[in-house]
């Protein structure tokens, strides 16, 4: 049965019964980032979601983030897919308040998610710390005029979606920068791995952004700002985990 990643924009806005029939089709997997947009978002929202998955046991495959699928492959020396392999095994349920938008956090569940939270507000600075310097890569971004700036990023773009071999290179520079230990060699990996797809991913988001603000970070950003940013990251994880799927 084929793998299926949900993201939080089709499940908030998809009608409850594509929901359903794309449970029953497919083995649909439900990752970390997408819990946690989940218990995060607004209760309307939260409902909303919850209340459109099977009302079962196991309505869905739960998969750990794309930061463990990275760790298993440095410490297994093999490619994280398929990632069924990854599923949560025990028995579950979602707790009927988080369907009917009564469930209220607090004790350690509040303690849990504020610690989450936290550590998803790192990881949007580093996000963001990534698409400031992203132009490094790519020299020809560097000193040309704006008005042909737009097609020398689509160009570039274009080059990382369909050249592997040049991904491997990028994948190799972040080595020699700052390797994780073990990260696997460059030459191994491939479409099926999370470092492959994290690095096509991360630099392709990158390059979208580093477009739409020049190159510059706003001048004091606010809230706005960085909750645009996060739910940027959070997508990017998504589309890791969903071309991992295949």
């Not at 009302?55 to 069924?84: D, K, S």
């Not at 071999?165 to 520079?173: C, E, H, K, T």
Request: proline fraction near 7%; hydrophobic fraction near 40%; glycine fraction near 6%.
């Amino acid at each position: 049965m084929a793998e299926i990643v949900l993201d939080k924009s089709y499940l908030d806005g998809a009608p409850t019964s594509s929901v359903l029939a794309l449970c029953d089709r497919f083995e649909v997997l439900l990752s970390d980032e997408l819990f946690f947009e989940m218990m995060t978002t607004a209760p309307h929202s939260q409902k909303r979601c919850f209340s459109k998955l099977p009302n079962r046991e196991n309505p869905v495959g739960l998969i750990p983030n794309a930061g463990f699928l990275l760790r298993f492959e440095r410490e297994n020396q093999r490619q994280c897919t398929p990632l069924r392999q990854h599923r949560f095994n025990d028995r579950y349920i979602f707790n009927q308040k988080l369907r009917k938008g009564s469930f209220v956090f607090e004790g350690e569940v509040l303690e849990n998610l504020n610690r989450w939270r936290s550590q998803v507000e790192g990881d949007t600075k580093k996000f963001v710390d990534r698409w400031l310097v992203v132009h490094q890569f790519f020299p020809e971004l560097n000193g040309i005029e704006w008005r042909d700036f737009p097609a020398a990023i689509t160009k570039v773009r274009q080059k990382i979606a369909l050249d592997y071999d040049f991904v491997r290179g990028l994948y190799a520079s972040l080595l020699h920068e700052d390797a994780p230990p073990h990260a696997p060699a460059p030459a191994t990996v491939g479409p099926p791995w999370a470092w492959f797809r994290w690095v096509q991913c991360q630099v392709l988001a990158a390059l979208r952004i580093f477009e739409r603000y020049g190159g510059r970070l706003p001048q004091n950003p606010g809230p706005e700002f960085w909750r645009k940013a996060e739910h940027s990251m959070l997508d990017v994880y998504y589309v890791i985990l969903g071309t991992l799927a295949g």
